[in-house]
């Protein structure tokens, strides 16, 4: 990649009513979905809160989701997507040369500078991600998983995408790690040009990220 310079239940007694069982703090919990929330599986809400709790109908995703993305020289994923960012009105850093891995760069200053936040899809585990920028937990998701779910069209349109083919924590350059748009539910990924879900035939691991206005 090309980098961005800088510049238990009680027995019934007989005189009493029939009472249900009193449900742990724990079940009670796991018992109730996210409010406004569409269920594991299914499209998004009424509301268009999806299954992750993200908003499909934020205005910021929806102009990343449906504006016209112009195509960028090969490897300039980053430079090509912030330039999209910028000219679709989505604020973004204007460099992210201080890390050798730019995609790294860009996602970390995303979440630290813009607010944007990582989704948690499922398969995913919370992991420390630093750079030079900084340093943020992301929900980091198996590439399979991934797959899957956007073959399914279960991402949400418009966010972030980052992937890796040898983890986040690699400094040898931005070779082998990636930033695109999310298309078409995740079907497309747009970095440079349009391009499969994932990018590599060994993506290891992909970073979702989308704006905090987005997350219910």
Known sequence: MY????????????????TAAKKSPAA????????????????????????????????????????????????TCVRTTLNNMQRLGVAQPTATGNDPNNPRGAMVQMVNDYGWKSVPLSGSTQETVKSPYGT??????????????????????????????QGWDYDGGSKGSDMGIVRDGGRETFNY???????YKNTESVVILVPRSAMK
């Open 28 to 75: 009670q919990k796991g018992a109730v979905a996210q409010k406004g929330a569409a269920s594991p599986g299914k499209g998004p809400s009424a509301e268009g809160v999806d299954e992750w709790g993200v908003n499909r109908k934020d205005p910021t995703l929806q102009k990343l989701a449906d504006g016209n993305l112009k195509s960028g020289e090969d490897g």
């Open 136 to 165: 943020i937990t992301a929900n980091v998701t198996p590439a399979d998983e991934y797959a899957k779910l956007a073959s399914e069209g279960r991402i949400p349109s418009g966010a972030l995408v980052f992937q890796t083919r």
């Open 3 to 18: 980098f961005v310079p800088e510049g238990g239940e009680k027995k019934k007694k007989p005189a009493q009513k029939k």
């Open 193 to 199: 040009k349009s391009m499969p879900p994932t990018i």
